[in-house]
């Protein structure tokens, strides 16, 4: 495959990764703040029972512990980095600079990017 059409193809990878990391990481954020509000009025309220309250009363730090865990929006920003790299150099391979430059220097990218992923723990080298 050409490098042209290997950028095309982590353009749109890297665009949908992205956004789907960034939608995790803002819906877990809504959901959270959400149960939070519900599970204080509920109490003062007497909506639910003891059961339900309890169990409403533990989602958001359920969520904060996925969010921190699974790192959704660090994810996401990694993703779009990697896709703006991806998209000055396709847009330099359209100006006429040459495969064989473009070709190392996402190389180059890919494997500087590598070290700054957002892992569970320690970073890959």
């Known amino acids: 495959m050409a490098i042209k059409e290997d950028l095309e193809a982590d353009i749109a990878r890297y665009t949908k ?5 960034y939608w ?6 809504v959901v959270a703040v959400l149960a939070s509000v519900a599970a204080g009025l509920s109490a003062a309220g007497t909506w639910l029972d003891k059961d339900n309250l309890a169990l409403l009363s533990t989602l958001p730090g359920a969520i904060l512990v996925i969010l921190k865990t699974f790192k959704f929006e660090e994810r996401s920003n990694w993703h779009y980095r990697t896709l703006y ?41």
């Open 17 to 21: 990764r992205a956004t789907s990391n």
């Open 24 to 29: 995790a990481a803002y819906l877990l954020s």
């Open 85 to 125: 790299t991806a998209k000055r150099l396709h847009a330099q391979l359209t100006q006429g600079r040459s495969e064989a430059k473009i070709g190392q220097e996402w190389w180059d990218a890919r494997m500087r990017m590598l070290g700054e992923w957002p892992g569970f723990g320690k970073q890959l080298n």
